[in-house]
C-alpha cells in the first residue's frame, strides 16, 4: 500500500508524470469538462470530497509554481477563495519559492482547462471553487 497522503490511483499517477509547467485542474462538481481532457472524478456525493480536501491532498505531492483561478472567485465564494490562498501561502513558506497567482474571467478559466493534463471533479458545490495549478521543480 502507497504510504504517502494521496491514495488515488489515477491523481498520483498523474502528479507523478508532471512535467515543468504541465497544469492540473481541480473543480466544483459543475465545471464543465472537455471531453479531450483526462476526467478524474472524485466526486461520491454533494460536498464529497471537498475542494480544500483535494487541494490539501494534491498539494502534498505536487511542487506548484501558479496558479489560475477566476476572477468571480474572490467575489461570489470569498471563504472558499481565502482559504485557498491560505493554503497557497503555506506552499511557498514550505517550499520557499514564491507561487504566482493569475486570476482571469470564468469564461476563459473554462477555456484554459483544456490545457490541463488532467481536470479533478470534486464533489464541492460552492460557485468557482475551482484552480488551475502549474506544476514547479523541486530544485
Do not use: W
Not at 8 to 35: M, Q
Not at 85 to 94: G, H, Q, Y
Amino acid at each position: 500500500m502507497k504510504k504517502n497522503t494521496l491514495l488515488n490511483a489515477e491523481l498520483s499517477y498523474v502528479i507523478a508524470t508532471l512535467g515543468h509547467t504541465d497544469e492540473v485542474t481541480i473543480c466544483d462538481a459543475g465545471l464543465p469538462i472537455f471531453e479531450e481532457s483526462q476526467r478524474i472524478d472524485l466526486a461520491v456525493v454533494q460536498g464529497i470530497p471537498t475542494f480544500i480536501d483535494t487541494v490539501k491532498a494534491t498539494l502534498s505531492e505536487m511542487q506548484i509554481e501558479g496558479a489560475i483561478v477566476a476572477e468571480e472567485f474572490k467575489t461570489v465564494s470569498p471563504q472558499l477563495h481565502d482559504e485557498l490562498m491560505t493554503l497557497i501561502a503555506a506552499e511557498e513558506a514550505l517550499c520557499g519559492k514564491s507561487i504566482t497567482v493569475s486570476y482571469v474571467p470564468h469564461e476563459a478559466f473554462k477555456v484554459h482547462t483544456q490545457q490541463s493534463k488532467a481536470v479533478v471533479r470534486t464533489g464541492e458545490c460552492t460557485p468557482y471553487a475551482n484552480v488551475i495549478f502549474q506544476s514547479g521543480v523541486v530544485f
